[in-house]
């Protein structure tokens, strides 16, 4: 079976996608989630790659309604993307200092 140069670059963009947007990331919290992950939330140490600190998958694309200063407002209750970022292995380079791994 041949692939296209199209197909490529169709899930090219389906990987940006499912890994760089709020959107995608929701997907991903139902049909990207990897097994394994060792660990738990440490949101005083994580930080987003541009060092806005604290609760870094909060700041994701945009500072979630939520967030109050480094913890969410909804915890108990918060979304299933919230429950398992990050989902895979890809996730982790999205942050820094995540207290989550797959190693």
Avoid: H
Wanted: with cysteine.
């Amino acid at each position: 079976m041949e692939e296209k140069k199209s197909d490529v670059n169709d899930l090219s963009r389906l990987i940006i996608f499912m890994t760089k947007t709020k959107a995608g990331r929701f997907l991903n919290s139902f049909i990207g989630k990897q097994k394994g992950r060792k660990g738990k939330c440490t949101p005083e140490l994580c930080e987003t790659l541009d060092g806005k600190k604290g609760s870094a998958c909060c700041k994701l694309g945009y500072t979630c309604a939520f967030l109050c200063d480094t913890s969410c407002g909804i915890y108990k209750v918060r979304l299933k993307n919230c429950r398992v970022f990050p989902a895979n292995e890809a996730d982790l380079k999205l942050v820094k200092n995540c207290g989550y791994s797959w190693k």
